[in-house]
């Protein structure tokens, strides 16, 4: 059974950092490619970024700049660093993980609620 657990979310100032990890357990991480997803209150879940197992990463063009996706498979961990926080930034934030050898095992988060004051 896979598990994939956020953390890192909280109450910031507008222009301040967070930094959200997404644990990934019970497999094997490495086949896993790790997405970040947002939901703001009565929206939809939006794509926040989103990283390969060979490291490259893309952006929303709202995030691109301020945050950067990482990856420690010795960790088995995914991080979201994220920069120049904005009001608009407040949701939950939620990880995916998909095995790219087998597309039926897409697992999710319970999420982790970021806030951001002005």
């Known amino acids: 059974q896979v598990h994939v657990v956020e953390s890192g979310g909280g109450l910031v100032q507008a222009g301040g950092s967070l930094r959200l990890s997404c644990a990934v357990s019970?497999?094997?991480?490495?086949?896993?490619?790790v997405s970040w997803y947002r939901q703001a209150p009565g929206g939809e879940r939006d794509l926040v970024g989103a990283?390969?197992?060979?490291?490259?990463?893309n952006y929303a063009a709202s995030v691109k700049g301020r945050f950067t996706i990482s990856r420690d498979n010795a960790a088995n961990t995914v991080y979201l660093q994220m920069n120049s926080l904005k009001p608009e930034d407040t949701a939950v934030y939620y990880c995916?993980?998909?095995?790219?050898?087998?597309?039926?095992?897409?697992?999710w988060g319970q999420g982790t609620q970021v806030i951001v004051s002005s």
């Open positions: 995916n993980a998909r095995n790219v050898y087998d597309t039926n095992q897409d697992y």
């Open positions: 990283s390969t197992l060979g490291g490259s990463t």
């Open positions: 019970g497999s094997t991480f490495r086949h896993y490619a």
